[in-house]
T-cell receptor, first 112, second 110 residues
Framework: DQQVKQNSPSLSVQEGRISILNCDYTNSMFDYFLWYKKYPAEGPTFLISISSIKDKNEDGRFTVFLNKSAKHLSLHIVPSQPGDSAVYFCAATSGVSELLIFGKGTKLSVKP | DTEVTQTPKHLVMGMTNKKSLKCEQHMGHRAMYWYKQKAKKPPELMFVYSYEKLSINESVPSRFSPECPNSSLLNLHLHALQPEDSALYLC?????????FGPGTRLTVL
């Protein structure tokens, strides 16, 4: 059973608008969450993370929101740019493990 | 130096060949990983070398074997691979809760 779920396989957004990528998790032991961005034929690159003691973390155009009671996190990209078009993976881990559990990814397309 | 390097970038091999993928990091990380990634799917964990202990995903066939010569290097030896082993092989290292990925080796088995 999937512990980290990204239920939308794809998302299309107009340039300049907000992109919202969602991620749900089931394991209440997870206490650290990360978002990775992946271009075709390249390895994933780390984007932004959030600890379970926070509910928001912001870095430039990227903001991650964490709702622990709903076991839900989201990545907001504002404003979206065509160069943001990629597959975005949500990942989670717990303090007792160094292993990351990944979701299946959401393909974001930002149209000019 | 905050990167994970992998060589080669691309590798094409026959089913009878023996080859090795190399991964190196100089961030002092005590955990290193090998992942296999097929198109449009998240990386699948193959091996973890953490604090000098090797952990193996039991679903990984024995034609893949990791080797850790020292704390900065994690090699992946390949022998008698199958065409379905063609994929992007990603190496990563981590410290605490942050994981850094290498650029990957694109492997094609003919």
């Amino acid at each position: 059973d999937q512990q980290v779920k990204q239920n939308s396989p794809s998302l299309s957004v107009q340039e300049g608008r907000i992109s919202i990528l969602n991620c749900d998790y089931t394991n209440s032991m997870f206490d650290y969450f990360l978002w990775y961005k992946k271009y075709p034929a390249e390895g994933p690159t780390f984007l932004i993370s959030i600890s379970s003691i926070k509910d928001k973390n912001e870095d430039g155009r990227f903001t991650v929101f964490l709702n622990k009671s709903a076991k839900h996190l989201s990545l907001h990209i504002v404003p979206s740019q065509p160069g943001d078009s990629a597959v975005y993976f949500c990942a989670a881990t717990s303090g007792v493990s160094e292993l990351l559990i990944f979701g299946k990814g959401t393909k974001l397309s930002v149209k000019p | 130096d905050t990167e994970v390097t992998q060589t080669p970038k691309h590798l094409v091999m026959g089913m009878t060949n023996k080859k090795s993928l190399k991964c190196e990091q100089h961030m002092g990380h005590r955990a290193m990983y090998w992942y296999k990634q097929k198109a449009k799917k998240p990386p699948e964990l193959m091996f973890v070398y953490s604090y000098e202990k090797l952990s193996i995903n039991e679903s990984v066939p024995s034609r893949f074997s990791p080797e850790c010569p020292n704390s900065s290097l994690l090699n992946l030896h390949l022998h008698a691979l199958q065409p379905e082993d063609s994929a992007l092989y990603l190496c990563a290292s981590s410290q605490e809760n942050e994981q850094f990925f290498g650029p990957g080796t694109r492997l094609t088995v003919l």
